[in-house]
């Protein structure tokens, strides 16, 4: 069993940034590929942004050249700088071990207009 555990979430005002992280609880997340997903109320999850065991990324079109996605295998984390933030980027994010399945608990990301 492998614990992902968001944190970085917050309230920030549009144009603000900030920046989440995912720490895995086990040693095997450099082989993972993972990704943050985000759900709003009322819509389903989406995609946010993935990053291959190689570091090979992929960005959902609604936040290409605002968000980054990274990681620091060495510390087994994920991270998510989030700039330009709008208010439709409001939501919980979750962290995501595309490879083996295992979702975080989600950190509440609010943007206020």
């Known amino acids: 069993q492998v614990q992902l555990v968001e944190s970085g979430g917050g309230v920030v005002q549009a144009g603000g940034s900030l920046r989440l992280s995912c720490a895995a609880s086990?040693?095997?997340?450099?082989?993972?590929?993972m990704g943050w997903y985000r759900q709003a109320p009322g819509k389903q999850r989406e995609l946010v942004a993935t990053?291959?065991?190689?570091?090979?990324?992929n960005y959902a079109d609604s936040v290409k050249g605002r968000f980054t996605i990274s990681r620091d295998n060495a510390k087994n984390t994920m991270y998510l700088q989030m700039n330009s933030l709008k208010p439709e980027d409001t939501a919980v994010y979750y962290c995501?071990?595309?490879?083996?399945?295992?979702w975080g608990q989600g950190t509440q990301v609010t943007v206020s207009s």
């Open positions: 990053i291959t065991n190689t570091g090979s990324t």
């Open positions: 086990r040693s095997i997340f450099r082989i993972n590929a």
């Open positions: 995501h071990s595309i490879t083996f399945g295992y």
